[in-house]
């Protein structure tokens, strides 16, 4: 289960303060813990010889070559030739990640369309596709199916380049269960208690990565940190306009996911108890402010174009943008309004998580000159403190969440190395 | 700064999972990695030998006994005798984590008292005392001087005993730069702007453990954490019920903290525009509803002698609790009351961050029997999923925060034994 929350021993004496390695660990844990520890060396310090990775890191010169032959043989590390950069003496070899030749794959069902990206252990992105799919109008088992062509095209496609891809993320615009493998409860595609890896498992075959699946938004903030992670921004809020409104949420670097992985669903704070009608059954909640509905029921009357179900909405939302843009009061009025309200529900989630940055998805993205200006302005009248976080919004598009999910799928290698099964005789690259 | 946040490398390739040891790592960082490696090591495992230490670490020889040298010059870690327990063979030399000569001190500064608690690595509570101290009447100065007086003699009495107190966790009701050892605006106390480290470290004297600060309901939750975490809650709430209303909250076993250390503030969360007046200036926050003005006025009239601010307030909170119990039409409606609300705001709570375990500290856990009925009622039915957390109150009273102190206080030396200076020589335990 490459992005489950990892299983260390527990930490007896209960602190609760980060940066510690896995709590207790007996001599099997210990060698996946070294697996992943030499790893990370190489990963951040370059090419090194197996004398300075022994001497840095202390470990034995048996531990140390048992260990080098393991990530090897699981494709991961690489012995080469040193760069001798204007050194003096003879080249030595040294070891290397590959990280050409490991990907990770993420994937997005939503509701018109499927998303692939693989990512490489580098970074690089080798594949980014997007496939039109009408998956709220579909059976399951056909869009299942459509997501498992898309994952075998590309996983033989990798193959075929010499690469090998680890694991896959799922992502679903929904509420899952991550520990089950299960979509609870997807709206607006129309899911409910789907045991999606379980099926997609089966179609893919018993050569396929592993598979998890993750909330969508959950996966579009984990991309954002991805690009901003470098600039020590490690606490944002990613906040995407769908039919209602979904969030991700990054603090301290890792994804909140909460107990039971429900965390993050922040549609329905209860803002106005007068408020309108919800889909919940209740009054006043978030979505109801600034969902798409009620978007377009103020951006327009009844009987507009722009309001028409039947018509593709990035259409009807490219007219409004231009509306908004020509200055028509109505549009105009109906950005600024969703602008200040996403800053009162936003006030919330910046008392409670003290981000650094807020990042808009989804629709909102699309409306970020005219919809940043209020909500920024009502962020700071709100504020208590003077930590005001920077709101920016995505350039992600469609791809926000199967980026992060290849991310996330990418993790579990530098964490767990003994994880990655070794490459088939037939697929090792050359 | 023991509590502050690890200042890891940089993970440069932007994973976001938990379980890695801290990114990249020199040989000198790679060194007190490995000393708290050994030094958790020896936790989880009880008594080893070296060549048991050696060969399920993996470290070589020579790294492990020098680590080891450092570790008992610090006075962490002791070799002694083995126990047999029934084994054949000669006893051996073992390994142990010294437990017994090592406490973390925390110390709460709130409105009417100081507390102290004292604790040893072993998890043993050496010292938890109160001070009456009316601090919102008292300059700074006097405050600071009566906490530092506390912290002398708690130090002064625990090294006699041989003890060495190894950091100090200072809690404020308010919120605090912890970077800057200043606390911002703890409004029960009157204090704004208070560089507190700076001023309790001028007065400990140079021989003094160092001091960090942090707020009171994020200790009182790290509290409450290390009595649930042996049974695997590692995501709670902690709410408690002061002037207004305080959390700190557990996210995979962690504090959340926050980009700037403001995390947590849930006082001023936008229920109902329509609503009361807040001392924020704004309507509806939650305080309005659930704090203790709140509370007041709904149970008694003006006159009322428990709504008398010259009386003690615990004395008035047990006449209340005495009609409430008592049956009380105007008490039982006005505890029934808050707790529907606080079930309000608590499920904004759990839908963010989807909690296993919410605890009630402060004046709410004196009323636990009549709120918790209607505030798990409240929740239930809002809840959007079927992950409702349970609902409990804390039993730790005025000592919630110093003992979460004193908890993460002990965190550091786990973490970083690197830090802990070695004992002087005359203070070193017999």
């Known amino acids: 289960m490459a992005a489950a929350r990892p299983q260390g021993v527990r930490d007896t004496t209960r602190l609760t303060e980060r940066g510690e390695r896995g709590g207790g660990a007996d001599q099997a844990s210990m060698r996946r813990t070294n697996l992943g520890l030499i790893l990370r060396h190489l990963r951040d310090h370059g090419g090194q010889s197996r004398a300075r990775v022994a001497s840095e890191t202390g470990l034995s010169k048996a531990t140390l070559s048992s260990l080098i032959a393991d990530l090897v043989d699981r494709g991961l590390v690489t012995e080469g030739e040193l760069e001798r950069g204007g050194s003096v003496g003879r080249p030595g070899l040294t070891l290397h990640v590959d990280g050409r030749h490991v990907a990770g794959l993420g994937l997005e069902i939503n509701v018109d369309f499927l998303a692939l990206t693989a990512v490489d252990l580098t970074g690089r992105v080798l594949v980014e596709s997007t496939r039109p799919l009408d998956t709220a109008a579909l059976p399951v088992a056909e869009v299942v199916e459509a997501a498992a062509e898309l994952l075998t095209r590309a996983t033989r496609s990798l193959r075929a380049r010499g690469v090998r891809p680890v694991a896959v993320t799922v992502a679903v615009p929904g509420s899952i269960d991550p520990a089950a493998g299960r979509v609870m409860f997807a709206p607006n595609v129309g899911w409910r208690d789907v045991p999606l890896v379980r099926e ?45 409104v979904g969030a991700g949420i990054i603090v301290e670097g890792h994804v909140l996911r909460g107990a039971s992985g429900f965390a993050g669903e922040v549609g329905h704070i209860p803002l106005d108890p007068a408020g309108g009608a919800c889909a919940c ?11 798409l509905g009620a978007f377009l029921r103020l951006a327009a009357d009844e009987g507009d174009p722009v309001r028409d179900p039947r018509r593709p909405l990035e259409e009807r939302l490219g007219e409004l943008h231009a509306r908004a843009a020509g200055g028509d009061d109505r549009a105009v009025a109906a950005v600024d309004r969703v602008g200040r309200d996403l800053g009162v529900g936003l006030s919330v989630l910046v008392d409670l998580f003290d981000p650094r940055l807020v990042v808009l998805g989804g629709w909102f993205a699309y409306f970020r000159d005219a919809l940043v200006p209020p909500l920024q302005a009502t962020l700071a009248a709100r504020a208590l403190t003077d930590s005001v976080p920077h709101v920016t919004a995505s350039d992600l598009g469609l791809a926000a969440a199967s980026r992060g999910g290849a991310h996330l799928a990418l993790g579990s290698v530098f964490r767990d190395p003994g994880g990655i099964d070794p490459p088939k005789p037939s697929s090792r690259p050359a």
């Open 200 to 244: 997609l498992t089966a179609r893919l075959g018993r050569s396929a990565p592993p598979v998890v699946i993750e909330n969508d938004a959950k996966l579009g903030a984990v991309a954002e940190h991805t690009l901003v992670a470098a600039s020590g921004i490690d606490d944002l809020v990613y906040l995407t306009g769908d039919v209602g």
């Open 281 to 291: 059954g209740r009054r006043g909640c978030w979505e109801t402010m600034v969902g």
